[in-house]
């Protein structure tokens, strides 16, 4: 009798543990413990604007700790709260068609623009790997020509950024002449892996758009970028740096909101993330290699 309890207690205790690892994303949920120690680099940076932890439960509007109380709505219904993430344990579960946004009016701080304004966006991310998506920032791609601003993206791949960590600049909000859309972005040089928690982030000082994974930034050699050829000016194409990415045109106040998990295109909201956001955080300052390194987990 004793034997047969232990051996039903045991089966139990495998059920119960299988159970944990569940997961939406590719059946796997690891609980896992606030990171209080990195909490507390994050917010020992004198420049930091906002940090997101995404610890609410889902239903519930999403604060950041830092500057102001920004508080993200969610869009197109609940967004879930996952067990599991680098940052508090917990991360937001964005299936493709769920995001959060905060109204240009509320924006404050976040809005970040001017000449020699800097920027700094990092997020901790498990990405599907399914399509393009934007992380968080300003970044509106329709209303009235255009509000584009600065946003973190993976998987920009029209303008040689497919499957990297991609950050966006925009002066006038608007594509960049002659081209539809807009080119001023950096692409890291590694690929973001799949179904693996990261740290992604973008910098910008000014003059350079320069993208992180995992706290490293690799340079890239010129090359011909796609979809450039036969444009005015450009008969054979334009050869640029993807990274680090020069732009001295400086971030414009283009009245985008700010936003997580998509962006305003011409057919509604899109560009959307698939997969989990474990916390982001954004500074007015470009942060350097050494400072992003700490921020990695």
Partial sequence: MLTGRL?????IT?????????????GQEI???SNDKLIKKILSERNLVALWKFDEETGNPRRALGEENFILEEGNGPVKRINEGPISGKSIYLDGNKYLSLPNSQTGTLNLHGKDQEVTVVAWIKW?????????GMWNEYA???????????????YNGADQVCGHISHTGKPTPPF?????YSASKQTVPVDEWCTVAFTYDGEYITSYLNGK???REPELIEHTKGFPGYPEGLVQI???????????????DFTVGAVLLKRGMGNFFKGLIGGLAIYRKALNERDLIKLVP
């Fill in 217 to 219: 930034s690799l340079s």
């Fill in 31 to 33: 609980t896992v413990n």
């Fill in 7 to 11: 051996i039903n207690h045991f089966i």
């Fill in 14 to 26: 495998v059920i119960l543990s299988l159970l944990c690892w569940y997961s939406p994303l590719q």
């Fill in 242 to 256: 993807k990274n680090p990415y020069y732009f001295p045109h400086g971030m414009g106040d283009n009245g985008s």
């Fill in 144 to 158: 009235e020509g255009g509000k584009r601003q600065y946003g973190l993206f993976v998987d920009l791949p029209y």
């Fill in 180 to 184: 539809p859309y807009s080119i001023d």
């Fill in 128 to 136: 599907t790997g399914e399509q393009t998506g934007f992380i968080g």
